[in-house]
């Protein structure tokens, strides 16, 4: 198998970071904003006033998932293709982003399928040969599919209703566990590739 290139090892350590940073940062420079009824979106909307700032932590969200997608070269090539196209999703809500009245429906598909891509691409990745990294092999790869999938229909089932008043709450919940699984996993598997080289050194 092909390793984890140390790209993708840096960008994993910047995901979780940057992910949490973003609406910590952004939400703190709004007076009156309420993370855990509004959701990140609305920092990033036309009318908020860390609309550039939130828009910026998206787009570096995105660009580090591709790069994730690209240079985790361990993950089989399904895996690695829906992580990109839910970077590149990343990119589509942010170019169209959500106004704090209404919602914007090109908004809401890429931000959809950003969160089923990022729920989705344990299973993606799976290899089931017997020399792969018990990480990625189906029992942990299932196990970390339906984890994730129980989460984003969770949030995306409050997200629907008109009357939810923990919105922003889930959607943090569930933002911070999809980037830092991918994150844990890519590191591990790099820590891992890297003490087998000692070894047969």
């Not at 020399?131 to 790869?141: G, N």
């Not at 959607?171 to 996993?185: C, I």
């Amino acid at each position: 198998m092909k390793p984890i290139v140390r790209i993708a090892f840096v960008a994993a350590i910047i995901g979780p970071i940057q992910s949490v940073a973003g609406w910590l940062i952004a939400g703190s420079l709004w007076p009156g904003y309420d993370p855990i009824r509004q959701t990140i979106s609305d920092l990033a909307a036309p009318e908020s006033p860390v609309n550039a700032i939130m828009s910026g932590f998206f787009i570096l969200g995105g660009t580090l998932t591709i790069i994730a997608g690209i240079f985790a070269r361990t993950f089989a090539l399904p895996g690695r293709i829906a992580l990109v196209l839910a970077g590149l999703c990343t990119y589509g809500l942010t170019i169209f982003p959500t106004p704090l009245i209404g919602y914007s429906v090109p908004h809401r598909i890429f931000a959809i399928s950003s969160f089923v891509l990022s729920a989705g691409w344990p299973l993606l990745t799976m290899r089931i040969r017997r020399d792969a990294p018990w990480l990625i092999r189906p029992p942990m790869a299932i196990a970390m599919t339906a984890l994730q999938t129980v989460l984003a229909v969770w949030f995306l089932m409050t997200w629907t209703l008109p009357d939810a008043t923990n919105v922003g709450f889930w959607e943090r919940v569930v933002a911070t566990e999809q980037s830092l699984l991918l994150s844990l996993t890519v590191i591990a598997l790099y820590v891992r590739q890297g003490r087998q080289r000692k070894l047969s050194a």
